[in-house]
Structure formats: C-alpha cells, structure tokens
C-alpha cells in the first residue's frame, strides 16, 4: 500500500472504532434498574399482592420499587421520593432502563421516614404524605466482618 491509501484505511478503521464504540455507551443520564431479589417489603404490616424492587449497581442510594402498577423511586440519601410512569421505564428482560429519577419523576411528599442497620439488612421505614401508608423496606448489604459482631 502506498502512503495515503495506508492513512486513509488507518483513518477509516479508528472512525469504525469510535462508532462501535459509541453506540455501546449507555446515554448519560440513563440508568439500569437490576431486580434486588433478596429485599423485603410490607405496607402497613403486610406484604403487598403485587410487588418487586429494584436497585443500580453503582449507585445503592437510589431503590425503584413496584407497587402493583405504581412505581416509586426513593433517594435514600436526600430522603426524597418520586413517582415514575410506566412509559418512562424501558424492560430490558427483567430490568429496566430510564433517565435518572429526578428528571423524569413527580415528588411525592414524605410524612416521616427513618431508616437503621438490622445487621444483614438496612431497614427504611417511611409514610407516604399523599395517601398515609407506611412503607417498611428491607434491603440487604455486605456483612462488615471486620466489626466481629456477625
């Protein structure tokens, strides 16, 4: 090969890189909701009919959970909560795929909310402002060994 044809296959395989590349790169913005198959979840001392949670792997902080056919975010840093619409969650098999909860979600307002380590689990506890129902939530973490206590 001569010297431009050379440059030109080497210009024309790094732009098929970059392509390939870029379309395997999630949009910013969107996250991936993975179903949390060990979480535990009752309203007002009962578990619901219809129910599931799920969580991001990179951010443990935000927990999406199914209630028959409404959907909550919950942020369990900020405290806040939001609800999202069926047509703003992509199913990805058994997940789901959205923008992130604050952009696309309505706030819903919290009545009280407290949340505490119960050893394999951390447990949130919170009442919903719109209707009055209490949510206790479950999710399990890592076991810190190095405490000793396990």
């Known amino acids: 090969m001569t010297a431009p044809r050379a440059a030109i296959e080497i210009l024309r395989r790094s732009t098929l890189l970059v392509l390939i590349l870029a379309s395997s790169v999630p949009a910013a913005g969107r996250v991936t909701w993975k179903i949390e198959e060990r979480a535990q979840l009752q309203i007002g001392g009962h578990v619901p009919i219809s129910w599931n949670v799920y969580t991001i792997e990179k951010k443990k902080n935000l927990v999406l959970i199914l209630l028959g056919k409404r959907y909550l975010a919950l942020d369990t840093k900020t405290k806040l909560i939001w609800q999202i619409e069926t047509k703003d969650l992509t199913p990805k098999g058994k997940d789901f795929e959205s ?5 696309i979600g309505t706030p819903i307002p919290v009545g009280s909310w407290s949340d505490r380590d119960v050893g394999p689990a951390e447990r949130i506890v919170i009442t919903l402002g719109d209707y009055g129902a ?17």
């Open 99 to 103: 923008d992130e909860p604050g952009e």
């Open 134 to 150: 209490k949510i206790q939530l479950e999710l399990p973490h890592m076991i810190d060994l190095r405490r000793g206590i396990y």
